[in-house]
């Protein structure tokens, strides 16, 4: 049976958790914005600068964010690639949202782009449920086919040109980091009483 002061040491780990959990909030399962950025980086830091230009021809062009830091799922649901762009002809914009690694197809979406045109366009791309491990790779990949010409799509790389997971999203590439930290704590409070009663 624990003692006074035993009870009191496993009452003030309890408090510690407890307190905690005021300042951390525990995430969850949302939708984040990833902003395309000029050198082809996926980032959730902001809006970056310039433009990049979506090339005529076979190969899509990719924006490809870090790596995830653990095991995560994104489930199934609608991503949202807002688009500043310019077209000096009409064309079609295949659109898809990878896993990199295995190059794998979350989702995917084809828009028609009118000639002239320089607006932020929200698309949406139906995207299935899939599971990222440590150090793989979220891309946004994009192919531009022009009904005429070679002429390339302009991607202005502003606060208007990102994408928007859908709500399923744990919270990529760190899902639940905040729960982390709570059972860290947690057991290092139980440790510290452990070893408190032991030098008793």
């Not at 009870?7 to 307190?19: E, T």
């Not at 192919?143 to 010409?149: E, H, K, L």
């Not at 452990?194 to 008793?200: A, L």
Request: with cysteine; net charge negative; hydrophobic share 40%.
């Amino acid at each position: 049976m624990m003692s006074v002061n035993d009870r009191k040491v496993f009452v003030m780990a309890l408090a510690l958790v407890a307190l905690m959990s005021i300042f951390v909030p525990v995430a969850s399962a949302e939708s984040q914005d990833w902003y395309l950025h000029n050198d082809l980086t996926l980032d959730k830091t902001g809006p970056g600068t310039g433009t990049k230009n979506v090339p005529v021809g076979t190969d899509s062009t990719a924006w490809t964010a870090g790596p995830a830091q653990c095991g995560l799922t994104i489930g199934a649901g609608t991503w949202t690639q807002s688009l500043d762009y310019a077209a000096t002809s009409a064309g079609t914009l295949y659109m898809g949202v990878y896993k990199e690694e295995g190059n794998i197809l979350v989702g995917f979406g084809s828009r028609i782009i009118l000639s002239g045109t320089h607006s932020i366009t929200p698309l949406e791309i139906t995207g299935i449920s899939v599971d990222f491990y440590t150090g793989q790779h979220l891309q946004s990949r994009m192919q531009w086919v022009p009904d005429s010409g070679t002429s390339a799509l302009v991607v202005t790389c502003e606060s208007g040109t990102k994408l928007t997971s859908p709500s399923t999203d744990p919270g990529y590439p760190v899902p639940e980091l905040s729960s982390l930290i709570l059972f860290s704590v947690g057991l290092l409070a139980l440790a510290g009483y452990v070893v408190y009663k032991k030098k008793r």
